[in-house]
């Protein structure tokens, strides 16, 4: 029997309600014309965090060698940090010819005797699907010989897309770990963080906010995550969807066999911290947790307030432009707004049709949707009179040309801005932005060309 | 020289150095002047490299995938999602050359690289270059070759004044730069096969396009033919270079194993004096040479009593070990990421193909460590000094300026060598 | 621009920084080709500057004392001492020039400099130089004047290619060299005096002498008067260049309060640009001014969440500060060895006139320092990060090529500054 | 009454046997033709390693601002190390008209508020001497303010050399500290330290052997010293001089005052050290002691020669020329000898009749004793084949221009080469200079030279 999950299944997700418009875009990249991650970096995103686990990548060196410690998955597991570490078959031109698996299944002797790991994953790739490596067979002889759970993972990059990838490292996570052990004990405020990833510590900017409030996280996918707690995540009240829709599906089926409901929320902003906390305890019930709750909110948000005074006049009557994609098209909206800045347009071009309602509904009927922000953006900064871009390292020479100041979105954090309190990195940086005079000067022309 | 180990004994790669064939075919092409490389795989391939060199060089990087999915991987052989990506990246631009390049996807199908390239209506270049084969270099190498092969013209006379480079891939950008001002300096119009000095040397261009801009231009690369010399950098460009003499008779070729530390620099210059019959340098070059030689005296002391691991490709590995050799510096161990004819030739007491698994466990053998940002956790753990070089550098901004070859970059890099060592035993005393 | 606080309300200096008088007399005459510089006092001013510049510089530093002691300090008037000096130093080599300057033990006493000079019968320039006044970079920029007005012959006519550029002594060699060098595209001759740039570059000379080696001739400084243009470098300087106008009336100057940062590396392009009618730079200087622009990007992010104390001379803050403000760095507290009319032209949110005690009372008002290699306990002891410029540094090799100015040097100064930057919060993380 | 000793008589030291004919180098500099420190800086040095007391410089700032932190004198002092602090008061021309004296009672003040040092010398330079100030009764009045010893050094810089002015920091302690304490206890075997200072922990290469056998340092001048230590030495019963001539009358004088007998003695290489360590057995008058101290130098030598036999082979048939002065002619020449180098000459010209005198002992008949060694040493390289220049760095182009290796001698040390233990520093250090292909690399010619 063989572990793959069925691809189009993943893709016709029902939970995902604009799904039916955008099926095509999801399938099938286009050649030339493609940008983002396949699905062997998304399983890698959706699973990498669990510290105590080795993720051994079954490939050739492009996969691991090009990506390992790129990702700032933060852990208190006091082991060694194995989401630090690279393991990979490196499978040659020999093992491509006459099949890799013998390899593979002296690499995971080899981790055993080195690591001891609490489990492995062991992800396919493309050559390694083609080439037909059995490694559904492999895990579960290894699982054997080695007592500890292996984890097949079937997420070759030419499935498709980063998220299609990290639905699939959900369904294996699910197949393989979810109930293959109890907890020891429950609690009526038990729940699952499913997609959040704690990378640069964005989980632990609220986690301590939950224990404050009595919810036992039992176990995450993956931030943080152990795989002692993984495994008995079918115990859980509630699963909380962290800014990822991609996981949908398997919050449903973990709805199917085990009847855990599921939210779905963000902790990007003041106003979405607020009401995912809020969230989670209507959803358990309990009318004593949702009163706590709302005290706790109310004490955090007069303290962040507080905390963000010096900033306020930094930030008054200042316009943000924001070209991103994704739920970054809303969630950054969000927390701009919360620090007083106004958002006068964000780019949908990227996003699904839920997220561009959500950016409709932040930024108010005034706001621009950019459908084609690299030509929008400039012309609006000038019609708007922004003071302020965020958006990709390519859209800093429009910055720059302009006089206005510029953040890179996707520039690799170190610092989180989720929670309350990294909305305090976030006014940091953006203050710095909007203080540095690097873009006016930068622009300078050269004597020469005066 | 080295005691070389080759064969690894292990079954897998933990923390790798290595890096993949396709990725050095990338970045050469990255070095042609509005060039866009074509990565023939599935999506993450490209993906990957794209924002490995993104953070590597602080710059945008243009490159494109053929995006190959589950459908057609089985069906396609190829050439439909070749045909589209080129009409698709010919919307959005129009650039002077696509750089086909394959993963180990299509190879592994059997792709018909050549048959499809050959009925390409658009000025295109591929190169096979699975990765699981081969690695960072030679995919550099074989991009470089195939570059010359299908694009470079023969010719019967040659223009003495004419000289082609050919630097391995893990010169920077400014290293490339220098070697051909040296050159230039005695007279020489000097062609860098790829030349990332141009591209990837971190400048604040006019306006962003979404293809490589400055490198050497396709029609530059047409007529190399005709050039009097060539001088190849690193033994895995003598294979490049033996194919550009097979466009002309008439070419005379010099090969450098690398050009770091006094006597590699001396020969270069050597071989200039001999070529144009001057009998001397510039004041500048001279100075350079006097102020390397003072470099070595001030850090010998320091590098005597440094034991040193330097981990990188191999032709990087020869520079770097030999100049800290010829400091005092004493190179216990070299850590490869493939094997190469070079390490025969590597001043080091031990070289190994390997990892950093290899290397931590040879932890005691070492007080400072050279090599890539990999090498950071181990630095720290170990508590070892480290001078960051090579792919990639995550850690430090400024990479494509860092400038270790010839005089005036060797004594800066024995300089600096030289204070980490100082600054390590400072922390450890 | 800065809150500037210059009144020190301490009684004692408490791990200084501050530098004294004689010793920039001396670093001055170290500039001069063949030069003897010969310090009047005791013989332990002497000893402390010798070691001093030589740890720091890594070089053998020519320099002569004229003892005094206990019996002679009360009688002789500084006569005998300096007379037999020169005769003792002439018995072993031959300088072109002894350079006289002071100490406090003589001024205390009040020796006739200008008397005992002027009955020399050897070529020699005086200076009065007390350490209980001004400071280093005073000291140097008196030796710079008292050259000038007892060497430069007075001229009526000018040479519009000669240019005579007056350095600042915080400039190193190197920088001191790549200022000319950008004059030099302009097609001008240019003389730099004092100049380090070829004496203490650090380089292998062909033998040691016991005088200074490199640096401007004495002949060079006689004929300085028909220059046609001066160009100054820091506010300490601008007096050296008023004198070397009153040697020629048809003598134009520009000043400059420092050369760091894009725009005033613009400046002085500018000038040159306006001076020689030329409408446009060397394709090198072009491309590092886009690198510079490039490096003042990728820097920017690190740069903007950095607070910044830069430690050192008040000519030497100017430029500093400056450019690190332009690529977003704040600059949070400056101090400053000594007063100066440029501290209230300082890019800083503080600047003061003080110590290393004082700034490490105000420790919590930045994260990272620029400054000496006094600095590294201080570094050290708050865990901060720490960029080493400034006299003394005695815990690197290379310092003579440390280069941060105009395009190229700033690239790499802002590159440097960032990464420590990112270092230092890696570590605190 | 003035704390100034007499130079005249400091100069005239009765135990210094070579010293008549060397009166008048000694006591004159020659104008234009004289290196070396001043008494200022050799008052420094003897005092300095006082960890626990501040070190004031009344005088301009050339004395203090050029020299701090350059001398790596280490302690094992829990406060604050105040030898890596520099206090001056930094005259300015209104105190040399003025006066000095409010400021330096004020600098007093300041350094007893901020960093309560358990005594305070006070330097007095040569601007402050000429001016007058009167460091005896600032320091006599601020030792009575504060309670704690305030130490006036009469050594300005226009006195004499730095050997004369570590005479004078001698006799500062002698004449203010030394005898104003009684210890808690006193032991047979309880000696003083001379002229030891600790310098990149030469000390520590022997202070244990001293303990395993029962001798205890009662206090040292200066290296790793504590004030209260040598304020009880006049308790010792026996003075140490370690490898410094200058303090002979310093221990003359604490013989005739308190009745302690002083040998002098050097713990470089290892045949001194062994000698050394007896000969403080010997002068303690203990058989059971000198026998205890035969057996500990027997078993350390053993060691030390097991600990060497790697570098046996570097240093067989090896040849040096050594170009020094002082003691170093000939300490650093028995050194080499313990290492198995053959030491062909020695420069003498800076060094004492005794000096010269030692060297000769070592050297033998064969050995030259370099009167003109700038001159010299390049002939006697090529003559004796020697393989090692050991010299200041002017010597370096000597060796490159002879192909051989080359060590300084003068090179500021960061590890100690003292004791037994020092030589294996020494041996590496030397094995490194033998082994470094550098020397002959940088001679090649340049490619336009050939």
């Known amino acids: 029997m063989s572990s793959k999950p069925k691809i189009k299944d993943l893709l016709d997700e029902s939970a995902c309600e604009y799904n039916k418009t955008k099926k095509q875009a999801c399938n099938a990249p286009r050649p030339g014309a493609t940008t983002g991650g396949c699905a062997f970096e998304g399983a890698q995103i959706s699973l990498f965090p669990y510290a105590d686990a080795a993720h051994l990548v079954h490939g050739p060196i492009t996969c691991l060698g090009s990506s390992w410690e790129t990702r700032a998955t933060k852990t208190t597991w006091p082991g060694r940090d194995l989401t630090r570490m690279g393991f990979t078959t490196d499978v040659s031109l020999n093992d491509v010819i006459f099949s890799g698996e013998e390899k593979l299944v002296k690499a995971i002797d080899y981790i055993m005797a080195h690591y001891a790991p609490t489990a492995v994953f062991v992800y396919s790739t493309c050559v390694t ?157 309990d009318p004593g947790l949702v009163a706590r709750t709302k005290k706790l909110v109310a004490y955090e948000e007069a303290r962040l307030e507080e905390r963000l005074k010096p900033y ?139 | 020289m080295a005691e070389v180990t080759r064969k690894r004994d292990k079954p897998l790669q933990v923390n790798p150095v290595k890096l993949s064939q396709p990725m050095g075919a990338t970045l050469a092409f990255s070095g042609v002047d509005r060039c866009m490389p074509l990565m023939h795989g599935a999506q993450g391939c490209t993906s990957f490299t794209k924002v490995f060199f993104t953070r590597h060089f602080c710059e945008p990087i243009a490159i494109q995938t053929t995006a190959v999915t589950d459908a057609l991987a089985v069906l396609d052989g190829g050439g439909y999602s070749i045909v589209e990506s080129v009409k698709n990246i010919c919307k959005k631009t129009s650039p002077s050359l696509i750089g086909l390049h394959t993963t180990g996807l299509p190879e592994t199908r059997g792709d018909d690289l050549r ?57 920077t950008p400014i290293e490339v730069e220098r070697i051909k001002e040296l050159i230039e300096s005695f007279g020489f119009n000097v062609l860098a096969l790829p030349d990332l000095s141009t591209s990837l040397d971190g400048h604040l261009g006019e306006k962003q396009t979404a293809l490589s801009s400055g490198g050497i231009s396709v029609e530059e690369i047409k007529a190399l033919g005709n050039a009097g010399l060539v001088i190849s950098v690193g033994e895995s460009m003598r294979e490049s270079a033996k194919v550009l003499l097979q466009k002309n008779a008439g070419m005379r070729h010099h090969h450098f194993s690398h050009l770091q530390g006094l006597e590699a620099s001396d020969s270069l210059v050597e071989l200039l004096l001999a070529e144009t019959g001057f009998n001397g340098v510039t004041p500048k070059v001279e100075r350079w040479r006097q102020r390397l030689q003072d470099a070595m005296l001030d850090s010998h002391f320091s590098l005597g009593q440094t034991r040193i691991l330097v981990v990188g490709e191999p032709d990087q590995l020869a520079g770097t070990c030999r100049i800290l050799h010829d400091a005092g510096g004493r190179v216990t161990l070299a850590v490869s990421s493939v094997d190469s ?39 720290h753990r170990l508590r070892k000094g480290l001078v960051l070089r090579g792919f990639p550098n995550w850690e430090e901004v400024g990479n494509p300026l860092k400038n270790d070859l010839l005089y005036e970059g060797g004594a800066y890099f024995l300089y600096e060598t030289a204070n980490v060592a100082e600054e390590m035993r400072g922390k450890t005393v």
């Open chain 1, 129 to 285: 699907a083609m080439i037909g490596d059995d490694i559904d067979f492999i895990c579960r002889q290894g699982a054997e010989k080695h007592g500890i759970p292996m984890v097949p993972v079937h997420a070759p990059g030419f499935v498709g897309s980063k998220n299609l990838g990290s639905r699939l490292g959900g369904e294996a996570a699910l197949q393989h770990l979810v109930g293959t052990l109890e907890p020891e004990t429950t609690t009526p405020f038990d729940i699952n963080l499913i997609g959040e990833y704690n990378v640069t510590g964005d989980m632990w900017q609220y986690r301590h906010l939950l224990d404050k409030l009595g919810i036992r996280v039992l176990a995450t996918l993956s931030g943080d995550g152990r795989i002692k707690d993984i495994r008995c995540a079918h115990r859980a009240k509630l699963n909380v969807i962290v800014c990822a829709k991609s996981l949908v599906s398997l919050t449903r089926k973990m709805h199917e066999q085990y009847g855990i409901p599921s939210i779905s929320l963000s902790f990007y902003g003041k106003r979405d911290t607020s009401k995912g906390l809020l969230a989670i305890a209507r959803a358990l019930g």
């Open chain 1, 312 to 450: 306020r006049d930094v930030f008054a009557d200042k316009k943000a432009v924001l070209n991103t994609g994704g739920n970054k098209t809303w969630s950054i909206a969000a927390a701009l707004q919360d620090l007083g800045l106004e958002v006068v347009a964000t780019a949908v071009k990227k996003a699904t049709g839920d997220d561009r309602a959500r950016a409709r509904e932040y930024l108010g009927e005034k706001g621009v949707l950019m459908m084609n922000p690299g030509v929008e953006q400039a012309r609006l900064i000038d019609e708007k009179g922004a003071h302020l871009l965020l958006a990709g390292g390519r859209s800093l020479y429009t910055a720059i040309k302009k006089g206005i100041a510029f953040a890179d979105v996707n520039q690799e954090k170190k610092k989180s801005y989720g929670g309350y309190d990294g909305l305090l990195n976030l006014a940091e940086d953006l203050k710095n932005a909007l203080e540095n005079p690097v873009f006016k000067l930068v622009a300078r022309r050269a004597p020469w060309q005066k």
């Open chain 2, 115 to 171: 048959g499809v390239a050959s009925k390409a209506d658009f000025p295109l270049v591929y190169v096979n270059t699975p990765d699981y084969e081969g690695g960072f270099e030679s995919g550099w190498a074989l991009t470089c070759k195939a570059l010359i092969e299908q694009l470079v013209a023969p010719a019967a006379t040659v223009n003495d004044n004419k000289l082609v480079l050919l630097p391995h891939v893990s010169l």
């Open chain 2, 341 to 379: 004819p070079q390490l025969e030739k590597i001043w080091a007491k031990r070289v190994l193909v390997g990892d950093l698994e290899d290397a931590e466990a040879a932890a005691d053998e070492y007080d400072l460590i050279v090599g890539n940002c990999h090498c950071k956790a181990l630095a």
